[in-house]
């Protein structure tokens, strides 16, 4: 995948951060999307990216319609099912089977969070790994791990498509990543690990059971904050001058809190903003990874 790039400069002469939003780099990511669809619409293949929500949770009906309107802009189709908060195991699975077999769906994803009697991993485990769009199947993780190519995890592909479009250098740089979690700590480390040249650092992963985990922080070139606990990255665990990707979140009802201070931006050379930094990018990988397994259908057919 290749973006725009913007300006490699991270210093501004007031002293605060160069902010670093995720828009501008969705938007490449999406027009590249575009134009791949479009490619694929010439040769009779629709892009499909289709979605499961189980329950009536507002915010989850508000994400699905985010992911509608999108791939309605993209050029997709967008089938969907909505389960009710009673639905069973099975039926869920039974759900996620009908768009497994349906050649006419390329990507796939079930709406997280589940209601509390369902067994969100179990489902995951049941979706077809060439149409997990979220790239977080357990194959996938392992094609991740070992270099294969597949579905990466979005937030952590949103992350490197970041730092590449604003030209941030990674690598043999130092990254730190302070948080281990599945879904983004552990992923990331591999991806910017691997040998490429928006990758290929050196990574370090931390996480709050690391009673001096600051002493990591402080030497970071790229500092990516995904521990999950408002406002735990401050200044004073900031290296100066250095990147600082806030990824890790807690909301409070509607409003969001962050791992990464907004002070950081007094130390930090860039650093992305309180709201809508790997936000926006990690929607544009969905249709990314969907357009891709699309693009794979064809190669089977010709």
Wanted: include cysteine; charged fraction near 20%; charge should be neutral.
């Amino acid at each position: 995948m290749t973006t725009t790039r913007g300006s490699a400069e991270h210093h501004t002469p007031s002293g605060t951060a160069r902010l670093l939003p995720g828009a501008p780099v969705a938007e490449a990511v999406l027009a590249e999307t575009a134009a791949a669809a479009t490619g694929l619409r010439s040769r009779g293949i629709t892009p499909s990216l289709a979605t499961i929500l189980v329950g009536d949770d507002d915010a989850s009906a508000g994400y699905i319609s985010i992911k509608q309107r999108q791939a309605a802009e993209l050029g997709f189709d967008s089938p969907h099912v909505h389960l009710p908060a009673t639905a069973t195991q099975a039926e869920l699975h039974q759900a996620i089977a009908r768009f497994n077999t349906d050649p006419a769906v390329h990507g796939l994803l079930v709406q997280y969070p589940v209601p509390g009697h369902l067994d969100y991993d179990a489902a995951l485990q049941t979706i077809d790994p060439d149409k997990d769009v979220d790239g977080m199947h357990p194959l996938n993780m392992g094609r991740l791990a070992v270099g294969l190519p597949g579905p990466l995890p979005c937030t952590p592909a949103g992350i490197e498509a970041l730092l590449a479009y604003y030209e941030i250098p990674v690598a043999g740089r130092e990254v730190v990543i302070l948080g281990r979690g599945a879904t983004l700590g552990r992923p990331l480390a591999m991806l910017l690990a691997q040998k490429r040249p928006t990758a290929n650092a050196a990574v370090t992963v931390v996480h709050t059971g690391v009673p001096d985990w600051a002493r990591y922080t402080r030497r970071a070139d790229i500092l990516v904050a995904a521990a999950g606990v408002p406002g735990i990255v401050r200044p004073e665990h900031v290296k100066p001058g250095a990147v600082v990707i806030g990824a890790g979140v807690r909301y409070d009802g509607r409003r969001l809190l962050p791992d990464v201070d907004e002070a950081c931006a007094e130390v930090a050379g860039a650093i992305t903003p309180r709201v809508g930094g790997v936000g926006p990018t990690t929607v544009a990988m969905l249709f990314h990874n969907a357009v891709r397994a699309a693009e794979r259908t064809l190669s089977m057919i010709r």
